[in-house]
Nanobody
């Protein structure tokens, strides 16, 4: 079972950048697909981006072209670089893992129930 701990986040003005990171421990990291999901107040949780163990990445339409997800399998970390932030990006961002299965070396899940392991979340606030 993998444990996830997020870091980063904070307050930034609209148009600015932030980076959130996630450190994983306790599992075969490359057999997990990793995702970033967010939840804004009074809104449903939303899948933002995901990356397979082999590095293939996918993004939601709302962040495509602005956010970049990456992973370092040697360090068991995954990072979400967020550029050109907007007020609607304000949310609690959580790192999550799907797996461990060889399937997730190449597949990026978009369905939230596929993510079995979750970090505690980190707040990102974008002021307009």
């Amino acid at each position: 079972q993998v444990q996830l701990v997020e870091s980063g986040g904070g307050l930034v003005q609209a148009g600015g950048s932030l980076r959130v990171s996630c450190a994983a421990s306790g599992g075969a990291f490359n057999f997990y697909a990793m995702g970033w999901l967010r939840q804004a107040p009074e809104k449903e949780r939303e899948w933002v981006a995901g990356i397979a163990g082999g590095g293939f990445a996918k993004y939601s339409d709302s962040v495509k072209g602005r956010f970049t997800i990456s992973r370092d399998n040697s360090k068991n970390t995954v990072t979400l670089q967020m550029n050109n932030l907007r007020s609607e990006d304000t949310a609690v961002y959580s790192c999550a893992a799907a797996g461990p299965e060889s399937l997730y070396l190449t597949v990026v899940p978009r369905r939230i129930p596929e993510y079995r392991y979750w970090g505690q979340g980190t707040q990102v606030t974008v002021s307009s």
